[in-house]
T-cell receptor, first 110, second 115 residues
């Protein structure tokens, strides 16, 4: 079993819909990261969080340390949000490196 | 916008050739990373560096080698490319001071195809 699990693997939405992507992990962490990967491969860091909630524009990330679970929400989704969203963790005693989930492929149709 | 660069972006090469994938960053970051990503799969760490003249193998075994002679430069070399090396290779960097966790900045990736 992977240490970082994401769901769903694939998600198709209509423009304007509210989207939630989930991430569960089974190890102790110092931080959880949400990344965005567009076709072509480049990866952008969206959030790094160790507690509570962070918001940037239409994106919101939350984490529940006790339940070892995080969610990424996208409000008023747009076709340009189509990408792979990756959850990754920095483990407590090896926080110099990341352990990645397999990603969620999001497609937002106009 | 992160200042981390990879060249080439795409490479198609024959079996047995020696190749070097370039990665450079202008942020002065101590820590640098190479990841391998197969289509539809998660990223796996193949090499990392704490700083100049400091490199370690990652979690995924790789036949590639790396060097870190300058802070800003972290090239990856395959002495003899094989079709099994076909993959996407992503370089990343982050600040390295203290025990805190920092976000990583990723390059655009090199998509390697070995025929």
């Amino acid at each position: 079993k992977n240490e970082v699990e994401q769901s769903p693997q694939n998600l198709t939405a209509q423009e304007g819909e509210f989207i939630t992507i989930n991430c569960s992990y089974s190890v102790g962490i110092s931080a959880l990261h949400w990344l965005q990967q567009h076709p072509g491969g480049g990866i952008v860091s969206l959030f790094m969080l160790s507690s509570g909630k962070k918001k940037h524009g239409r994106l919101i990330a939350t984490i529940n340390i006790q339940e070892k679970h995080s969610s990424l929400h996208i409000t008023a989704s747009h076709p340009r949000d189509s990408a792979v969203y990756i959850c990754a963790v920095s483990k407590t005693f090896s926080n110099y490196k990341l352990t990645f989930g397999k990603g969620t492929l999001l497609t937002v149709n106009p | 916008e992160a200042d981390i660069y990879q060249t080439p972006r795409y490479l198609v090469i024959g079996t047995g050739k020696k190749i070097t994938l370039e990665c450079s960053q202008t942020m002065g970051h101590d820590k640098m990373y190479w990841y391998q990503q197969d289509p539809g799969m998660e990223l796996h760490l193949i090499h990392y560096s704490y700083g100049v003249n400091s490199t370690e193998k990652g979690d995924l075994s790789s036949e590639s080698t790396v060097s870190r002679i300058r802070t800003e430069h972290f090239p990856l070399t395959l002495e003899s490319a094989r079709p099994s090396h076909t993959s996407q290779y992503l370089c990343a960097s982050r600040v390295g001071t203290g025990g805190r966790t920092y976000e990583q900045y990723f390059g655009p990736g090199t998509r390697l195809t070995v025929t």
